[in-house]
């Protein structure tokens, strides 16, 4: 039992190392970053079809209950990509880490369990994918990718 309490602990004490590592180089470079220009959802759009995607743009507002800014929902075939803009890089970061934050304890306390979508982003945009398509999400990242490459992230 106590071997088992001390493998749980260390698992835990790795986990929180590996996620205090990505937040100080996030922050590092969100300092270098932060005086490139802003993204827009048009922005994301011209990149997903630069990746080849069929984007379908809806009018439909997205909201998630961790993300503090509204943003807008993007249909490709029958996955949905909701685009969320913030004001700074910052914001985009400090909301991105709370989300982090709720699918490692998705992940660490049932184990049976995936998070219901996959996050990425770009400068200021957070980008929420929802598809059960491999291809689709492949494309959403290398999109995001270029979108930070072309900023100068």
């Not at 490139?36 to 507002?61: C, F, K, M, P, Q």
């Not at 993007?74 to 909301?95: A, H, K, N, Q, W």
């Not at 934050?101 to 049932?110: C, K």
């Not at 398509?133 to 072309?150: D, H, K, N, Q």
Request: proline share 2%.
């Amino acid at each position: 039992m106590a071997k088992r309490l001390r493998a749980v602990a260390l698992a835990l004490a790795i986990l929180v190392f590996g996620f205090g590592f990505v937040v100080a180089v996030t922050e590092y470079q969100v300092g270098a970053n932060a005086a490139h220009s802003l993204l827009t959802t048009r922005d994301v759009i011209r990149a997903l079809e630069a990746a080849g995607l069929a984007v379908d743009t809806e009018n439909e507002t997205a909201s998630h209950p961790l993300i503090g800014v509204a943003g807008k929902t993007l249909i490709i075939g029958t996955s949905t990509i909701e685009v969320y803009v913030f004001p700074s890089v910052r914001d985009r970061v400090s909301d991105e880490q709370v989300l982090q934050r709720y699918i490692l304890s998705i992940q660490t306390f049932n184990t049976t369990s995936e998070s219901p979508f996959r996050i990425t982003s770009a400068q200021n945009i957070l980008l929420l994918i929802q598809t059960d398509t491999e291809s689709i999400e492949r494309s959403v990242f290398l999109a995001a990718r270029a979108l930070s490459s072309a900023a100068g992230n």
